[in-house]
């Protein structure tokens, strides 16, 4: 539907301010080496999202992906193997991370790929940044979250607002 491209539209466009304001001298080859990866690796990406999804939330059907392959692929990849990226390069993915589940209407999908990647690792990490996105992404999957309600209905007030917002700036 449109409403959901125009949600998929804002949320990259958000997710590419957050890379921009995000990577920096300590981080820009990580940054261009993983966007090379991504390149060669869309197909695999995909079906690894379709079957994290599948395996998280069994036949319900999966809402658009509003989260960049870059960022789902190197999620997946960081979490399921701490030493893939340095340190700096791991936080910057889970800043990013953490600021698209709270930004999207629908986060389940990349709250699926994070937690399917932790696997039963996530209560032995020590980091402090990383237990956060996790605890934020069982959240997102909640099925009984006492504001999953509220969260909707916050997402649809944005996505009208957003759209609101395009339409004065095209006039």
Same mark, same amino acid.
């Given at each position: 539907s449109d409403s959901d491209d125009a949600e998929a539209? +804002?949320?990259?466009? +958000?997710e590419v301010? #957050?890379?921009v304001d995000a990577v920096g001298q300590s981080t820009i080859q990580e940054f261009v080496q993983l966007m090379k990866e991504v390149k060669k690796s869309r197909l695999r990406t995909k079906i690894m999202i379709s079957q994290v999804w599948s395996s998280v939330c069994g036949k319900i059907t999966m809402p658009p992906l509003c989260?960049?392959?870059? &960022? &789902? !692929?190197s999620i997946?990849? !960081?979490?399921? /193997?701490? @030493?893939? +990226?340095?340190?700096?390069f791991s936080s910057l993915l889970v800043r990013v991370g953490m600021k *698209? #589940? !709270?930004? @999207?209407? /629908? $986060?389940? $999908? &990349?709250?699926?790929?994070? #937690?399917h990647s932790v696997g039963g690792? %996530?209560?032995?990490?020590?980091? %402090?940044? *990383?237990n956060e996105l996790i605890d934020l992404a069982k959240r997102s999957l909640s099925k009984d979250s006492p504001n999953k309600r509220?969260?909707? /209905?916050i997402g649809k007030t944005l996505l009208r607002l957003r759209q609101a917002i395009t339409m004065i700036k095209s006039t």
């Open positions: 539209k +804002y949320c990259r466009e +958000y301010s #957050l890379w989260t960049s392959f870059a &960022l &789902l !692929s997946s990849h !960081s979490l399921a /193997d701490t @030493q893939s +990226y340095s340190e700096a *698209l #589940l !709270s930004f @999207q209407t /629908d $986060p389940r $999908p &990349l709250a699926s790929v994070i #937690l690792n %996530g209560s032995d990490r020590k980091h %402090g940044e *990383l509220c969260d909707e /209905d």
